[in-house]
DNA sequence: ACATCACTTAAGCGTGTGCTTTACTAAAGC
DNA sequence: GCTTTAGTAAAGCACACGCTTAAGTGATGT
């Protein structure tokens, strides 16, 4: 098991691009090959791959190979990390909002 | 007004380091100042203000000057947009599955 | 058997990132 | 007025990133 603190390091690195998250919105229709990935961009194959290999170093996608084609599924543990450590400190910070306008409300 | 899905680019790129994550957290206990955020840390207070600056360049942040000292503060609604990122995916996702689930029951 | 398809690996290349040090500015304290 | 404090700007440096091309490998189709 991956430690979950240092792992969000690569979970948001791998959804800072662009390319990356249009694939992680691809697998979300379900699962998916790398080629199929592919279409959408110029790029070569071989980047392609890099990108995939980003995103399961990552955790946010599983892969396995079923003959000569790798199939890519989303991994909703690893997303679901990612929005509650965004969540958490954004509901921390609104919650000390609504208590200083409380205090402020008073006087 | 910068452009909100290119923008996320930079969100989760701000959020890929862990000293920026840091810096987000300490925030959520309120408003800060840049030489504040730096006391956690080894580095240069050069350095933190770069990073204060990946912050404020992603809009996670908004500063404004008082005197010689800079005070950082949280936005959330940058926090907001890269939640809801997430979350949208990640549901999809768990829709799907959930009505594959049906479809497999059925049989 | 042979060709094709779907990756896969490795090397290389230009750019970006995360620091550093040095030198500077301007507000606050005495 | 002089010093300290808090931040800022600029240059440089090692390494990581996002690509490329070229050369594989192994499964599939005919």
Redesign the interface.
């Known amino acids: 098991m991956l430690n979950q603190l240092?792992d969000?390091?690569a979970v948001?690195?791998a959804?800072?691009?662009?390319t990356r998250?249009a694939m992680?919105?691809r697998?979300?229709?379900?699962p998916t090959s790398v080629s199929e990935l592919a279409r959408p961009f110029q790029m070569s194959l071989a980047a392609v791959l890099q990108h995939v290999q980003v995103l399961e170093a990552s955790g946010l996608v599983r892969t396995r190979k079923q003959g000569r084609v790798r199939i890519c599924r989303?991994e909703?543990r690893a997303?679901?990390r990612?929005?509650q450590?965004?969540?958490e400190?954004?509901t921390?910070?609104?919650q000390?909002l609504d208590r200083l306008g409380e205090v402020l409300g008073e006087e």
């Open positions: 240092d969000l390091d948001f690195h959804l800072a691009d662009p998250r992680v919105e697998m979300t229709a379900g989303i909703p997303l679901r990612a929005e450590w965004i969540q400190r954004r921390t910070w609104e000390r």
